[in-house]
């Protein structure tokens, strides 16, 4: 039986994170501060658990071995693992300078696929910022010795953000998440990070943070990203909503929803769906399940479930494949 799947997401208590998925978005766990939650994930280093239905205590990667490929749609069909991770993201203190790889490369080295990835601001503080890629091109020569004497900083592109804005992160792009930033990050099913930079701060054990230098200078584009910040466009205004395409290419396609009634939407055989509240309150309905949705609630919709409806008033994220 088909029906939507409500989410437990595995949390990470990295050094730079904060507070505020515990305290505004719902988290709960002992866990002093909690920088990320992975609202959809199968990945090795931390799955969902399912909260409802016949489903209800097995992780999600169990779920999909029960079921079959079917309920991810038949855009994934020609890959062999789950596409995407999905995570909130609380930088109450910056992360480290990084950069990650293409496929090519990260299924080579790490035995994982690469991570393109995109952000959308969901909060942030009035002088926050991150860094997004270069602000000229450089060369590699350039690029290790800046790293060496510690003036990378000097050569990055250093951008001011708010609430609402867009950045699409291809593999390769050197890149760090400023304090006081919350966002939702839509990405590949990778977990493969090389820090180039970290502020000289020190792990858990009292040791320097391992950086991967060699890996980042293979992989690094030394030139300044070309997509344009911020969302694609408005898809549609309705009475009781707004549709915002916020991101859309061969791995993903993300949408934002402000909502202030009804809306139907369609789980057709090519995509599951995967829903994140950001604010309000939301009822589901759906054949064979109905809930309600609160500001920080993850939800997986297979493919194939068909039509569904929302109502309420609120905010989320949409993605599909």
């Given at each position: 039986?088909?029906?939507?799947?409500?989410?437990?997401?595995?949390?990470?208590?990295?050094?730079?994170?904060?507070?505020?998925?515990?305290?505004?978005?719902?988290?709960?766990?002992?866990?002093?501060?909690?920088?990320?939650?992975?609202?959809?994930?199968?990945?090795?280093?931390?799955?969902?658990?399912?909260?409802?239905?016949?489903?209800?205590?097995?992780?999600l990667p169990e779920y999909l071995e029960a079921s079959g490929k079917e309920v991810?749609?038949?855009?994934?069909?020609?890959?062999?693992?789950?596409?995407?991770?999905?995570?909130?993201?609380?930088?109450?203190?910056?992360?480290?300078?990084?950069?990650?790889?293409?496929?090519?490369?990260?299924?080579?080295?790490?035995?994982?696929?690469?991570?393109?990835?995109?952000?959308?601001?969901?909060?942030?503080?009035?002088?926050?910022?991150?860094?997004?890629?270069?602000?000229?091109?450089?060369?590699?020569?350039?690029?290790?010795?800046?790293?060496?004497?510690?003036?990378?900083?000097?050569?990055?592109?250093?951008v001011p953000v708010k609430k609402g804005d867009v950045f699409f992160i291809n593999?390769?792009?050197?890149?760090?998440?400023?304090?006081?930033?919350?966002?939702?990050?839509?990405?590949?099913?990778?977990?493969?990070?090389?820090?180039?930079?970290?502020?000289?701060?020190?792990?858990?054990?009292?040791?320097?943070?391992?950086?991967?230098?060699?890996?980042?200078?293979?992989?690094?584009?030394?030139?300044?990203?070309?997509?344009?910040?911020?969302?694609?466009?408005?898809?549609?205004?309705?009475?009781?909503?707004?549709?915002?395409?916020?991101?859309?290419?061969?791995?993903?396609?993300?949408?934002?929803?402000?909502?202030?009634?009804?809306?139907?939407?369609?789980?057709?055989?090519?995509?599951?769906?995967s829903l994140i509240i950001l604010n309000g309150e939301i009822c589901l309905d759906?054949?064979?399940?109905?809930?309600?949705?609160?500001?920080?609630?993850?939800?997986?919709?297979?493919?194939?479930?068909?039509?569904?409806?929302?109502?309420?008033?609120?905010?989320?994220?949409?993605?599909?494949?």
């Amino acid at each position: 039986m088909l029906y939507p799947l409500k989410l437990k997401s595995p949390l990470k208590d990295y050094l730079w994170g904060g507070t505020r998925l515990k305290t505004e978005y719902g988290k709960e766990t002992s866990l002093q501060k909690v920088a990320e939650s992975w609202e959809l994930s199968c990945h090795k280093a931390g799955a969902n658990t399912i909260e409802n239905g016949s489903f209800a205590g097995k992780t999600l990667p169990e779920y999909l071995e029960a079921s079959g490929k079917e309920v991810i749609g038949s855009k994934a069909a020609c890959i062999d693992y789950f596409p995407l991770l999905i995570k909130l993201i609380d930088a109450h203190d910056n992360l480290s300078v990084q950069v990650h790889p293409d496929d090519a490369y990260a299924q080579a080295v790490e035995g994982e696929p690469g991570k393109t990835e995109m952000w959308y601001i969901v909060d942030a503080e009035p002088d926050a910022k991150l860094i997004y890629g270069f602000k000229n091109e450089i060369t590699r020569d350039e690029f290790e010795r800046r790293i060496n004497d510690n003036t990378l900083l000097d050569v990055c592109n250093q951008v001011p953000v708010k609430k609402g804005d867009v950045f699409f992160i291809n593999s390769g792009t050197l890149h760090a998440i400023g304090k006081g930033i919350l966002i939702a990050e839509i990405q590949q099913n990778s977990n493969t990070t090389y820090r180039v930079y970290d502020y000289g701060r020190v792990g858990t054990d009292g040791k320097p943070r391992e950086l991967h230098i060699a890996k980042a200078l293979t992989v690094t584009n030394l030139k300044p990203p070309t997509h344009k910040i911020g969302e694609i466009g408005i898809v549609d205004i309705f009475s009781d909503y707004k549709i915002d395409l916020l991101s859309q290419c061969a791995l993903f396609s993300v949408y934002h929803f402000d909502l202030s009634g009804n809306c139907s939407l369609c789980a057709d055989n090519t995509s599951f769906h995967s829903l994140i509240i950001l604010n309000g309150e939301i009822c589901l309905d759906s054949p064979h399940e109905s809930m309600t949705l609160k500001k920080g609630d993850s939800l997986f919709v297979p493919a194939g479930l068909g039509d569904y409806r929302i109502n309420g008033m609120g905010e989320f994220i949409l993605t599909t494949l």
